[in-house]
């Protein structure tokens, strides 16, 4: 066999020295392609080889990668994790081959893009599916990518508009950037959600739709508008801006960027600022309700924001008079399981806010375990039917000892916040965030 093939994972394992060689060097080029050899054990990818490449594309040594070998996709983003194993079946169905990109984590702790190309193989006898697989590093390629995408949407949105400060928001950072344009420096606005809880020129009761508005739109992709009162710099008169929201997506659907533009309405402009929404305005007394509670407390709250996993496709697929019904539900299993005096409310869409008072992180976790085993349960009416669903919540939760310093305002945004952390772990997660004064 090649020298080149040198480190085997499983002392145990035996590679025909013909064939497998040229199989090698002939599929991948070992000069720069990450070499493995891993097997399919059901829920898990066993690797069976690898080369010296493979631990400098992952940015692991081989004594750090140790605790994977028997589970090497542990690594990856849970979604990507998932691919993997779907093209693997694919794969033992037709003989083929099969492409993917995936996200994983180096050992620092940083983010890489890898190139996956694997083939089934039948030169090791194994009652599991065998794969060879080359990995490539593709990051640097993958961040370029993305910097066309982002700057090919700040086009159109000029292209849109040419009275306006463009935005950008880059949320994994809480980095916002405004460019005025006409020559004008940007405005760089580092830790975003504090600027907002604690300087933004917007009015309070309207930052809580802005702020819902724009995290939306970084947790899934989408194009919305919110209009806001904004006060000027001396905060004495206030003018009315709408600013709208355009996400972006990478290939696999997570959102990197969220860009747009803010303009003032005008009367000549002929658009008719919209602040009243029927759904919006129960929300507004239900919030009023918690601002109340919130003057009273000196005890630990929570305010929790939580929404539906991929509500838009359950829509789809059983349609909106399901979706109704589920939204119902929903609400009825929260106040059935939350402690009694738990402000509980439908808010926009599929999100939910919740207000609970002298409650441990701990019993929030047992509280939400509880529900989210019942709503996954839960059956609903679909034609005459009842269906299974296996729906699912995230959660982003907010807490803090009560004070007079404490106000809605700080609890709404870094509950939203959070809900963007749990979304970016999978479906049915909870982010906690305590609020730091």
């Not at 830790?191 to 819902?212: A, G, K, M, Q, W």
């Not at 747009?260 to 658009?271: F, I, K, M, Q």
Request: aromatic letters at 12%.
């Amino acid at each position: 066999m090649d020298d080149r093939i040198a480190h085997i994972s499983d002392p145990n394992l035996i590679i025909p020295a013909d064939g497998c060689t040229d199989l090698f060097f002939r599929l991948f080029n070992s000069t720069y392609d990450g070499l493995c050899i891993f097997e399919v054990c059901g829920a898990k990818v066993r690797a069976l080889y690898l080369n010296d490449r493979y631990f400098q594309v992952i940015g692991y040594t081989r004594e750090q990668y140790l605790p994977y070998y028997d589970n090497v996709t542990i690594t990856l983003f849970e979604e990507d994790e998932q691919r993997i194993f779907e093209h693997a079946a694919e794969c033992v169905e037709s003989g083929g081959d099969f492409f993917c990109e995936a996200r994983g984590y180096r050992f620092d702790g940083s983010v890489g893009w890898f190139c996956i190309r694997a083939r089934i193989v039948d030169f090791i006898k194994s009652d599991n599916p065998v794969f060879l697989a080359s990995l490539n590093d593709v990051t640097k390629q993958k961040d370029i990518e993305n910097k066309l995408k982002i700057n090919s949407e700040r086009y159109r949105i000029l292209e849109e508009t040419s009275r306006a400060f463009l935005l950008d928001y880059d949320w994994k950072n809480d980095v916002m950037t405004f460019s005025p344009g006409e020559g004008r420096k940007d405005i760089v606005i580092n830790n975003y959600t504090s600027y907002l809880r604690r300087e933004s020129p917007i009015y309070d009761e309207d930052v809580v739709y802005f702020c819902h508005t724009l995290f939306k739109d970084c947790r899934k992709k989408g194009r919305s508008y919110v209009d806001v009162r904004s006060l000027d710099k001396d905060r004495k008169n206030y003018s009315v801006c709408r600013i709208i929201f355009s996400s972006i997506e990478d290939e696999c659907g997570e959102v990197i960027r969220v860009v747009g533009r803010v303009e003032e309405l005008y009367e000549a402009s002929g658009l008719v600022p919209q602040f009243t929404e029927e759904n919006a305005v129960r929300a507004t007394a239900a919030l009023g309700k918690i601002k109340d509670r919130l003057a009273l407390c000196r005890d630990r709250a929570f305010m929790i924001v939580c929404d539906i996993d991929d509500f838009n496709g359950f829509v789809n697929k059983y349609g909106k008079a399901a979706g109704d019904d589920v939204i119902k539900l929903s609400e009825k299993l929260m106040k059935s399981i939350f402690p009694e005096g738990t402000v509980i409310f439908h808010y926009l869409g599929d999100e939910f806010v919740i207000f609970a008072e002298n409650i441990t992180e701990s019993e929030l976790h047992d509280i939400a375990d509880k529900f989210n085993a019942a709503f996954t349960t839960a059956a609903i009416t679909v034609g005459g039917e009842s269906v299974n669903a296996g729906l699912t919540f995230c959660a982003g939760a907010a807490w803090t000892v009560c004070d007079e310093k404490v106000n809605l305002k700080d609890f709404f945004i870094t509950a939203e916040r959070a809900l963007i952390k749990a979304k970016k772990r999978g479906r049915d997660k909870m982010h906690v965030e305590k609020i730091i004064y």
